[in-house]
């Protein structure tokens, strides 16, 4: 009898999980497959870049040699464990690939418990019949499933250069994405917002892989007691291809059930909406007398983060630049895939510009999700009481969006900053370079604002926007794809600083873009009804 009751109980814990999962699904059939298809795409297109440019067992084993001594690439891409075009693709790009997963997968979970929660909407679901844990269940199930067709597109793709090699590259990318899908569902149910949370399991994210560049930087094996404290690093030192060591999934799996089971047990423990780590009440009088200071308030956290995270990139990146530069200095194609990412100019300088570039791929992420902050505080109902005082929709969109523009300013500011100091020279070009990129980026920005202000309920296809620019740029170069689908993303028409000539006529034809798009998306969003 107590046996039945305590699996009737568990049952009734979990009732309604099947249709919310298909729930979650059917909202993110949009976002999860583009992370799916970014992540996938990274992946598979990389043997044949990589048999372009090492088409010899000779090149490869050189390749191999030059990591060995070139600490400053190990701490960008780990050390590499085979010169097999398997375990080349594996050092290439598996650390990026779980990171990304990882990033899919805390988007998912935080998606579906805490932003559910601090909306509202988790309480209407609640009231059904539906058990206490369904919904962090359905959260996780969504992320599996995800993670799940992400490995077996992997191994499929792959399975050419190896079945065994595939198979644990794939279930290595989707073990790293749910050790962070778990961890995402820890940490929502200690924080009070969906914000912290995100921001929370990020900064873990960050840290393992600083922690897995630090281990790598010092040993060529994957043997540094800092590499093994990340996620990331087990992911490296599982090694696709060169010789698999299976075990190692092993503690991709028991780090899952602890944090599952962490979070199952959080959940049972607090009330809905409620968390264990509170928010600190604010004082009794308030400080923020405008709509700009709240815009601030709100996203001043990521603004930070971002910051740190740009100023050290550049600093890593322009460490490393005389480093590639000796390393793909006699490789002829690797050196025209330079010179397509970053111009025609000296190694260094196109070396240079193409991190750079890439660095601006990655701030329209930014301009992104800084501009959809409009869109979460409609959909959530916070923006009605600020708009039901003296604030009309364009002064209070106005502080946001001077925050996502500006602050897309101040972090690429930040990265050539980080250049600057690592590379040690070339300051004023190099902080030239970065500011150019802006324009593409404020168009990726205005394309956002539009789809906000005119088509509110796909705003979230701005995402779909920064991802395929972002594919563009990182892999297009690589794949030797036509210029005409080079030029659909607007980071093709900007000049390729430094090194190469300022074109004053693509920067202010896409600042001109930029412009319109914002005033058509502010025209709209002063039209339209508001979301409820």
């Not at 600093?315 to 490789?331: F, K, Q, R």
């Not at 009605?384 to 523009?405: C, D, K, M, S, T």
């Amino acid at each position: 009898m107590t046996a039945f009751a305590v699996r009737h109980g568990g049952t009734r814990q979990l009732a309604g999980t099947g249709t919310l999962l298909r729930f979650a699904l059917r909202r993110d059939r949009l976002m999860i497959p583009l992370w799916i298809a970014v992540d996938a795409l990274m992946v598979l297109s990389m043997p044949g870049t990589l048999e372009g440019l090492y088409g010899t067992p000779a090149e490869r084993a050189d390749l191999v040699r030059q990591m060995e001594t070139n600490s400053s690439l190990r701490a960008m891409v780990g050390p590499v464990f085979g010169d097999s075009l398997g375990a080349l693709t594996a050092w290439r790009v598996g650390i990026y690939a779980g990171a990304l997963a990882a990033v899919m997968s805390l988007l998912v979970v935080v998606r579906h418990t805490r932003d559910e929660e601090e909306s509202g909407r988790q309480e209407l679901v609640a009231s059904g019949t539906v058990g206490r844990r369904a919904s962090l269940t359905a959260a996780l199930l969504a992320a599996a499933v995800a993670n799940a067709v992400l490995a077996l597109l992997v191994t499929a793709g792959l399975a050419g250069q190896g079945a065994a090699g595939a198979l644990a590259l794939g279930l290595g990318i989707a073990g790293a994405g749910m050790v962070f899908a778990t961890m995402a569902a820890v940490v929502a149910q200690l924080t009070e917002s969906a914000r912290l949370a995100r921001g929370l399991t990020a900064a873990v994210l960050g840290t393992a892989f600083v922690l897995r560049a630090a281990g790598d930087s010092g040993t060529d094996d994957g043997s540094s007691v800092l590499t093994w404290l990340s996620p990331l690093g087990w992911l490296e030192n599982l090694r696709p291809y060169a010789g698999e060591r299976w075990w190692v999934l092993a503690l991709l799996a028991g780090a899952v059930v602890l944090q599952g089971a962490v979070a199952y047990a959080l959940a049972g423990r607090r009330d809905l909406g409620m968390s264990f780590l509170p928010t600190r009440p604010g004082p009794a009088s308030g400080r923020l007398g405008t709509a700009s200071a709240l815009a601030w308030r709100l996203q001043r956290g990521g603004v930070l983060g971002w910051s740190i995270g740009f100023f050290l990139a550049g600093v890593v990146y322009g460490g490393m630049t005389e480093g590639a530069a000796d390393l793909v200095g006699d490789n002829a194609n690797a050196r025209r895939i330079i010179e397509r990412m970053g111009g025609q100019s000296g190694l260094t300088d196109a070396f240079l510009a193409s991190m750079i570039g890439m660095l601006g791929l990655v701030a329209a992420l930014w301009i992104v999700a800084s501009v959809l902050r409009l869109h979460g505080e409609e959909t959530s109902g916070r923006a009605e009481p600020v708009l039901a005082n003296a604030v009309g929709r364009l002064r209070w969109a106005a502080g946001h969006l001077v925050i996502a523009f500006g602050g897309a300013a101040w972090i690429m500011l930040l990265a050539g900053l980080g250049f600057a100091v690592g590379y040690g020279r070339q300051m004023g070009p190099v902080l030239a370079a970065c500011l150019v990129q802006l324009p593409a980026v404020w168009v990726v920005g205005g394309v956002a604002v539009l789809l906000h202000g005119v088509l509110p309920r796909a705003a979230v296809a701005a995402w779909g926007v920064a991802g395929a620019v972002l594919l563009i740029g990182w892999i297009g170069p690589a794949l030797d794809v036509p210029r005409a689908v080079l030029d659909v993303s607007p980071f093709g028409h900007l000049p390729k600083l430094p090194g190469g000539s300022m074109e004053w006529g693509p920067v202010a034809v896409l600042t001109g873009v930029a412009v319109l798009l914002v005033a058509g998306g502010l025209a709209g969003l002063r039209r339209r009804d508001m979301l409820t």
